[in-house]
């Protein structure tokens, strides 16, 4: 059960990141990837500021704040 709900929430940090970034998401793939190495991303800098969370909306809320940071800094890489 524990790899369907981390693909849920991949699914969804990805797609809230991808609205909040571009006005659209990524396809289901897409928003998944997004979502699982955002959530990583999210975890990391969480740990930084000393922050913990937990269950659904907690670990949701880590990935979602993860991926949006990291597609604000492939965006920047981008453009320059």
Known sequence: MGLILWLIIGGLAGWIAGNVMRGGGFGILGNIGVG???????GFLFSLLGLQSGGFIGSLVTATVGAVVLLWVIAKVRNG
Not at 36 to 42: D, F, K, N, S
């Open 36 to 42: 699982i190495v955002g959530a990583l991303v999210g």
